[in-house]
């Protein structure tokens, strides 16, 4: 795994058990037994996924308390979203600017594959 | 106008970064036939017209849309000048377009993007953007590049949040 922090999150966020587990300690926060119970995999199994959360700074555990329950760091977690989704917006912004270029493209020609479908195509 | 933002709702962009691979997928569809879309790509004059960041204007000085060609061009924002570069290692009419693109304040930084062009019938297009970079490290800037004040505040931003709750 890479060693920055912006890897270990990209790549904690990138399993689809940890995404899950990322999900259900959005609702609140839960023990590693809690977080076992609906998978059909082992309490160990979960523990190594919570320790890769962990390392990347999107969960927390406390140290003191008997259960230990596992807590979200929503900051890390909303801060990696924003960024993946600006990037996503930013190609559709492009696209959408390639759209209209499009539109304008069969308003100039309209002779390419057949006016009638293509004029009916941009006022659609 | 209203045309293009309808589809605009309509053909959402979709991003995946493979999280074993320094790869970027991009998949856009088009109200448009294939051909069409094609040459948006490959004539200067309409590339032109959507290529470039929002409030710039994008100069193209270089543009030889061929297999063994190669492009240059500028997005200027008032007196900023940002320059890319890259060769055309395949276009196939209509299918494919192989190319590298460098960003010339990083010249050892350089990623291969493959654009296929699909033909959905009913005059859609599907695009599909593969670029392939040289490390997940080089991938995850490019992806937080998009982010307000630049990588290097994203990044800062980050170590910060990291450091308040650890």
Redesign the interface.
């Known amino acids: 795994m890479?060693a920055?922090?912006?890897?270990r999150?990209?790549?904690a966020l990138?399993?689809p058990t940890r995404r899950d587990l990322v999900a259900r300690l959005a609702v609140r926060d839960a023990t590693v037994n809690e977080l076992a119970a609906p998978y059909d995999v082992s309490v160990q199994a979960v523990s190594k996924h919570l320790k890769v959360l962990e390392d990347a700074?999107l969960v927390?555990r406390s140290r003191d308390a008997q259960r230990r329950p596992c807590h979200l760091?929503a900051?890390?977690f909303d801060?990696m979203t924003?960024?993946?989704e600006?990037?996503?917006?930013?190609?559709?912004?492009?696209?959408?600017?390639?759209?209209?270029?499009?539109?304008r493209?069969?308003d100039e020609e309209p002779e390419?594959?057949g006016p009638q479908?293509?004029t009916g195509?941009?006022?659609? | 106008?209203s045309?293009?933002?309808q589809?605009?709702h309509r053909?959402?962009?979709?991003?995946v970064?493979?999280?074993?691979m320094p790869t970027i997928t991009?998949t856009?569809e088009?109200?448009?036939?294939v051909?069409?879309?094609f040459?948006?790509f490959a004539e200067p004059h309409?590339l032109a017209?959507?290529?470039g960041?929002?409030g710039t204007t994008m100069q193209i000085d270089h543009y030889d849309f061929r297999t063994g060609g190669a492009w240059s061009y500028r997005a200027q924002d008032g007196d900023a000048d940002v320059s890319f570069y890259g060769s055309f290692h395949e276009v196939r009419p209509e299918e494919r377009i192989v190319q590298t693109f460098t960003f010339s304040g990083y010249p050892d930084g350089v990623s291969l993007e493959m654009m296929t062009f699909e033909d959905l019938g009913d005059?859609r297009t599907r695009l599909t953007g593969l670029s392939v970079v040289e490390?997940?490290?080089s991938r995850?800037?490019?992806?937080?590049s998009?982010?307000?004040g630049g990588v290097v505040e994203?990044?800062e931003?980050?170590?910060e949040?990291?450091e308040?709750?650890?």
């Open positions: 890479a920055d922090p912006l890897s999150v990209f790549a990138a399993d700074g927390s760091e900051e890390v801060l924003r960024w993946i600006r990037y996503r917006r930013e190609a559709e912004e492009r696209f959408q600017r390639l759209d209209a270029v499009l539109v493209m069969t390419a594959t479908d293509e195509a941009a006022a659609s | 106008m045309a293009a933002t589809q605009g053909n959402q962009t979709q991003i970064a493979d999280p074993a991009i856009r088009f109200d448009a036939p051909a069409k879309v040459r948006a309409l017209q959507w290529l960041p929002r005059g490390s997940l490290e995850d800037m490019i992806i937080a998009g982010m307000e994203g990044y931003r980050l170590d949040v990291l308040r709750i650890s």
